[in-house]
T-cell receptor
Framework: GQQLNQSPQSMFIQEGEDVSMNCTSS?????WLWYKQDPGEGPVLLIA???AGELTSNGRLTAQFGITRKDSFLNISASIPSDVGIYFC?????????WGAGTKLIIKP | DGGITQSPKYLFRKEGQNVTLSCEQN?????MYWYRQDPGQGLRLIYY???????QKGDIAEGYSVSREKKESFPLTVTSAQKNPTAFYLC?????????????FGPGTRLTVT
């Protein structure tokens, strides 16, 4: 079946640093979505991408839909403590979402 | 105040018992989904429904059952046939258009079976 490879698995960063994470697949997707999940809660949609090459921002977050339609990245600029959590990518195909395993963001004290 | 509600937040059951998890939405979304999440893993699709009285199996439907009698409600039953039912269960819904891809989630139910 289709799979997404999300990396890195976890990140330890200092407050104020920029963050970058990505998802890759051997399959083509129609849509790329990025979600954030806080512990014990449901994922919250951050950014949705619908066109190859599309670059979209949401505040300090920027995401891109890869030109090959097989990858996407998410950047967070100037990280703050409330950015901690798990970030998931999801690729849309045939009315379903295929999920990455998540990137856990931890801010060093 | 529109949203998706799941109840209860925590659920404890003995092995061998069936248990039903509730999911209600007032977003007027046509499609609804159930996912299972295990520690350190992504979400895995159990069942989904695109319209009332119709639903489809996802990747891991064995040991689960659903119904969709109303647009607002999509309950999930975890049966005794599910071999490893302890997990975090998430319900989601999506609106027509945009390929049903933008899914909005409830707060989840953590089920523990002992």
């Amino acid at each position: 079946g289709q799979q997404l490879n999300q990396s890195p698995q976890s990140m330890f960063i200092q407050e104020g640093e920029d963050v970058s994470m990505n998802c890759t697949s051997s399959s083509i997707f129609n849509t790329w979505l990025w979600y954030k999940q806080d512990p014990g809660e449901g994922p919250v949609l951050l950014i949705a991408l619908y066109k190859a090459g599309e670059l979209t921002s949401n505040g300090r977050l920027t995401a891109q839909f890869g030109i090959t339609r097989k990858d996407s990245f998410l950047n967070i600029s100037a990280s703050i403590p409330s950015d901690v959590g798990i970030y998931f990518c999801a690729g849309g195909f045939n009315y379903q979402l295929i999920w990455g395993a998540g990137t856990k963001l931890i801010i060093k004290p | 105040d529109g949203g998706i509600t799941q109840s209860p937040k925590y659920l404890f059951r003995k092995e061998g018992q069936n248990v039903t998890l509730s999911c209600e939405q007032n977003l007027n979304h046509d499609a609804m989904y159930w996912y299972r999440q295990d520690p350190g893993q992504g979400l895995r699709l159990i069942y989904y429904s695109q319209i009332v009285n119709d639903f489809q199996k996802g990747d891991i439907a064995e040991g689960y059952s659903v119904s969709r009698e109303k647009k607002e409600s999509f309950p999930l039953t975890v049966t005794s046939a599910q071999k490893n039912p302890t997990a975090f269960y998430l319900c989601a819904s999506s609106m027509p258009g945009q390929g049903d891809y933008e899914q909005y989630f409830g707060p989840g139910t953590r089920l523990t079976v002992t």
